[in-house]
Nanobody
Framework: QVYVVESGGGAAQPGDSLRLSCTAS????????LGWFRQAPGKEREFVAY??????????QDSLKGRFTISRDDAKSSVMVYLQMNSLKPEDTAVYYC??????????????WGQGTQVTVSS
């Protein structure tokens, strides 16, 4: 059975940094993109970033480039993917989801999803 589990969310103040972690296990993910999406209240789920196994192939939502960094570690039997979020803004408040699927910005192209972790940015 495939498991995708996020951690590291919480409360932050504007300008703070947070790092989200995700563990994906239960199958091989070598050909899968591991990505992050987020969903704010009343809004659609939106793409944040994804990373491929080679470590060099990444994609970001244009507005998040420079503030968010995705990384991935396939060294162990389970895959770890991280999202470093810097200079947080209130508009970054959302539930953040980790997902595994095709290299795409569209959530419907991702097959496996975590339960999400809440990030709240406020002063």
């Amino acid at each position: 059975q495939v498991y995708v589990v996020e951690s590291g969310g919480g409360a932050a103040q504007p300008g703070d940094s947070l790092r989200l972690s995700c563990t994906a296990s239960g199958r091989t993910f070598e050909n899968y993109a591991l990505g992050w999406f987020r969903q704010a209240p009343g809004k659609e789920r939106e793409f944040v970033a994804y990373a491929m196994r080679d470590g060099n192939t990444t994609d970001y939502q244009d507005s998040l480039k420079g503030r968010f960094t995705i990384s991935r570690d396939d060294a162990k039997s389970s895959v770890m993917v991280y999202l470093q979020m810097n200079s947080l803004k209130p508009e970054d408040t959302a539930v953040y989801y980790c997902a595994a699927g095709s290299a795409s910005r569209l959530p419907q192209h991702y097959k496996y999803w975590g339960q999400g972790t809440q990030v709240t940015v406020s002063s």
